[in-house]
Nanobody
């Protein structure tokens, strides 16, 4: 499994970015996947997950601003990020599991479910 993130960068507060994660050797439509992030000096945390059935779960801090989705034709996992805040500044990671689980708070919080991780991509939001 290889995951490659793209779409990161720098934006002013209130702006938008769209992250994409291209998967190879893996079918995004089959399994639970997620986006995680690590802010400077912080532990990695769950941002959003999407289950094999399309169900989703979001961190409280991003709910209503971020949208996770899968493109089964392109075989990508995407994250649309709107109304960005300086506290969203972090390295963002795409993650893939080998489980046909639903998107849930447990899936968001249980990083050991994920067997493969992307290299990470920087998102910087300035005030």
């Amino acid at each position: 499994v290889q995951l490659v993130e793209s779409g990161g960068g720098s934006v002013q507060a209130g702006g938008s970015l769209r992250l994409s994660c291209a998967a190879s050797g893996y079918m995004v439509s089959w399994y639970l996947m997620g986006w995680f992030r690590r802010a400077p000096g912080e532990e990695r945390e769950g941002v959003a997950v999407i289950g094999s059935d399309g169900s989703t779960e979001y961190a409280v801090s991003v709910k209503g601003r971020f949208t996770i989705s899968k493109d089964n034709v392109k075989n990508t996992l995407d994250l649309e990020m709107n109304s960005l805040k300086p506290e969203d500044t972090a390295i963002y990671y795409c993650a893939a599991s080998d489980r046909e689980y639903v998107g849930s708070k447990w899936a968001l919080e249980t990083q050991r479910l994920y067997i493969s991780w992307g290299q990470g991509i920087q998102v910087t939001v300035s005030s």
